[in-house]
């Protein structure tokens, strides 16, 4: 028996067309406005008055759902599709997985012609649709494009002036030029503040010197560093000698600098910068990160990315902004995309993961009644709760970070404060909340499909290694919920009274008046499927939540303060803090989920889409009907009820499930698992395996 | 700059050594008995009335924890250690790695003459302790013992009778014979009696005919299939020509046969069967597992594994068990040993990533209060939220599955009746409920070790790849949930009036009795310290949470089944189901911890347990407040109390966090991590990257 390479490019060309055809008849013959047949539908219909399942078309439904720059993403998988030599196999080493990775990246900008740094700039929305779809290609495909399109990229072109993008543009944007961003050191990641790394001006050689002072600063985890990348932004300390206190030398804090690692011709490392390889890591195997130190390395003083702050010729400082925590603030508020771009890919990923865990749910069948045929696994309460709510939060997670692209794009050309502040909290807030749910939910289909989620063909493995970082980097997510709690907080504080909150916090105000007063005990009570079911009830109970965790955290940060002092107190009520910060996400997710039903144009999608947006909701109160218990906003009959309805509604979600995931309308190149194809899926499985 | 191997295998024997010694005289310089200063004690504390931290004994603690026959584990760990070219690399193939998992067996076997089979036989808690070490040094070489020893050389020994045994035991035991276990289908996981591989009589040769009738039933995932295996223990449905009604042939049902796939000599694959590799997984890839299909391959009659049911030489058919589903009953019985072990090593992982985890949150310090040194992360709340409850629980499953296996041993030794049941139900749901918090769990510690929890070094990835599975094998979790809570309603309908409840279920009888009338409205509402951590409180809420669950699923499974059937009743209740079955498991842990606490002999270890143990209660008991407060049984300002209480006791708990995981006295060669070593964490860790 030979062993039998489980690689798609294993697949002929020819075959595939086959079966592209053969699904492509499959769907026209599918009537699609209709269900599946599913076998016990009057299981969980039970009471008299229950509507009817709300009938789909499929092409509405997508239609909806569709991306803006659709037509991007598709040339982008028409690209691939057409390259089998291109296409990541289910098993490759690190190394090799490396040079494909920078293969793909090389084919799609200079023979796809797909140029992505001046979406960077300018219209951010058809860069992150790019990157989505790179990412379908594969994972490490987009993260390495992110590193150097939105990092290295981005930092020059946003930190620097136009010296630096008259310089660096082009040879940027056409790979020329692949290079780093090197912000990470061994010991500080979060703490930002706190690198080590140096940059001291030295103003007889008119350079600065890069330096590594000890083995906590090497820079790690530096993306593009351990083979590809000739060049870094390294965020340093900028010191200055002589204008400090008494002729000392001056820390004007962190500053990033072009710093070159390779030569450009060679390849070879440059002298005075050792870099090692960060080696083998649980995911994203297609990025090179590796790890840098400098031993003086100079740099000519141009290289400073002198846009929030500047060092003369004679070594003086001048900057726009007064102080270092202002300069600081500004300088990684440029960096703010990283986290959108993560929020909206992220959702991406999910989606991959339901579709072929939906798939196979409706296909594989096991145990039955009596006597009669087996039924699909999706028909079991069990696997209904597993997935449905799931599909429903990605249907959330979809409109929440279209908003927080169109946002971003908004903030890109107007520099508005108030969108600027929403911005930035809004996408630390999806970033922490939706890359946290995405990876969990990733382990939960990988179980509800069984041994067959266990073959690595069936992609659970490598979308789960290779996402599991997106809750790490670009911010720690309990680091950037406490970001969204600071920013409510400081929003509580200065502008509760009399003055405006931005945009997506604006709610707090009007429910803070009308909630803090004792539920009603009437409306607690209320247990009709239509009051459940009432948008306004739903956004209610959010917004209630967020609001009393809001008012009681302040409370309990004033009292602990006096006796702890305003660190203490922050960590003695970091657990209410990261509970408020994720209630006012959902908040936010519900509330544009809500919009987006009511703004569907069509009857019968508008009417699926409520159902999803009414499981989404209810799901997530039965989660935390502890907290609505414990103030009374909801009675033990209500809590009752919700739950009965959760159980109904994941059922009835169950009978467009199929529809759900065919709108999400993701290629079978990004699909890629043979379970969670369309059509013969067990066959396609088979297959693979040899048979 | 090279690529630098990040493999154990790289660093020489001799800085090993050195290094030991260092850690050694670290241990002894270390004040056992004294807690970590860590950086704000008072921060917690608060209240005036608070007992202060228990003081533990790390030798003591160790010695309360230390598994029976460690002396076998430490034979293991000491082999290994000494053989560099036995470790796994940090990044290895499939094909490589297979072949280095048998390497690595064998050596065992026959090098360090470890003879598992005897000890699944006769002294299972060997066996267990053996299986443990093996996937300490390996998870995969862990699963490959099992299915040689358990699996393939259990089926032949259990389900066979003597004659299989005088034939097959030493060639399985020293490795002659490798083997397979073939259950499985394509089709068919968890339904194992719609298995559809049939082995038909042959009069007139006296044979089985072993016939794969559809693609469906081709076996797939069939460990040690793919490579190594020479013999499977196939499961088939016997099928007698003419013993049927009117001369057709007799479906017997599933039963077991040895079939000879690979010769012995030359390991071709023999005629008529058809052998695939199933290919890369999500983990285990040292494990190499295979899809086999039979093309009327013909065995011996001797090879029916016939201890509860034979066919004779003129082919009538004989048992001592009157129906098919009692021999089935009694086939998938004597496999309860796969769950047994599953439960028990899966608590070992826990403790594996938990040591690392800790370890790390200790070193690593990140942001502190102004102008003072940075905090240890495992100083914020939200860390101790994460990791100290997790600690608990792998305390309280340690005692739990220590229990399981003294029952299963007697098991095996009495055969008791009431045991046997006991251990059925048991080793179903502890196996669910372990691993499945397990899995969960190692993704936490992953993500709470941030950028360099990433790192496939340090083993959060291994081990969650390698886990997962752990989740579906030997019984899908969720079906081996309704296994338990089928033995509830079963044993609450036949028993409850009168009858005897088995012993781990006995508390059902009793606390039916006195709870299901109203909670008591006076102590709902007491919330003082000692109330709380009284275990006589703990234990009565979460057997009260069982019995509610337990009568009220009765009450709707009657209502439903006369309109939907049992089948249609029982998914409509099947949610609640789970959550009953998850809740009885719950109560068992919680018993055996408090048993374990009161067991101590040594009073401090007794205090630094009885933390330990309240906090994994009213952990549990928060995390599903809902339901408590939906009932009463909690009114709000206990529940406020209760969670206040959480914080507290997980802020207690890091205090003697390192004393607890050293106290799992993992030896280096299982924790493996540089971030996890007990000491320099940082320097191995840029050592093994190359500086």
Known sequence: ????????????????????????????????????????????????????????????????????????????????????KLHTPVEISTAEHRELCMRQLTALVRDAGIRPLRFVLEDPSVYFVIMEAAG???????????????????????????????????????????????????????????????????????????????????????????????FATVFARLILPLQGKGGKSADMGIHAFIVPIRDIETHDVLPGVEIHDCGHKVGLNGVDNGALRFRSVRIPRDNL????????????????????????????????????VLAYTSVGVLKVALTIAVRYSLLRQQFGPPKQPEVSILDYQSQQHKLMPMLASAYAFHFATQYLVDEYSEMKKSHDDEVVNDVHALSAGLKAYVTTYTSKSISICRESCGGHGYAAVNRFGILRNDHDIFQTFEGDNTVLLQQVAGDLLKQYKSKFQGGTLSVTWNYLKESMASYLSQPNPVTTRWEGVHHLRDPSFQLDAFRYRTSRLLQSVVMRLRKHTKTLGSFGAWNRCLNHLLTLAESHVESVILAKFIEAVQKCPDKNTMDVLKLVCDLYALDRIWNDIGTYRNVDFIAPNKAKAIHKLVDYLSFQVRGVARELVDAFNLPEIVIRAPIGMASEAYSQYTECVGF
Chains 1, 2 share one sequence.
């Open 1 to 84: 028996m030979e062993k039998v390479a489980l690689s798609d490019a294993a697949i002929s060309n020819d075959r595939r067309a086959i079966r592209r055809i053969q699904r492509l008849s499959l769907h026209l013959l599918r009537p699609l406005d209709a269900f599946d047949g599913h076998v016990f539908p009057s299981l969980c219909v039970g009471g008299r008055d229950r509507p009817p399942l709300p009938s789909v078309s499929l092409a509405e439904l997508m239609e909806y759902m569709k991306r803006r720059h659709r037509d991007v993403q598709e040339r982008i998988f028409d690209f691939f599709a057409s390259r089998l």
């Open 136 to 230: 379908g290609i594969d994972i490490s495909l987009g993260i390495k494009m992110g590193v150097q399109y939105s990092l290295w990229g981005g930092s020059v072109m946003n930190l620097g002036t136009k010296k630096h993008k008259d310089k660096y543009f082009d040879a940027i944007d056409n790979l020329d030029y692949p290079g780093c961003f090197a912000m990470t050191e061994l010991h500080h990641g979060s703490n930002v503040q706190g690198l080590q790394t140096t940059a001291t001006f030295d103003p007889i050689t008119d350079e600065f010197v890069i330096n590594t002072p000890n083995d906590g600063a090497i820079k790690w985890w530096i993306g593009n560093a351990a083979v590809h990348g000739k």
């Open 305 to 340: 990315l002198n846009r929030f702050g500047d060092v003369s010729r004679d070594g003086k400082y001048t900057s726009s902004l007064p102080t270092i925590s202002k300069r600081f603030a500004a300088t990684l508020g440029e960096l703010v995309g990283g986290r959108v």
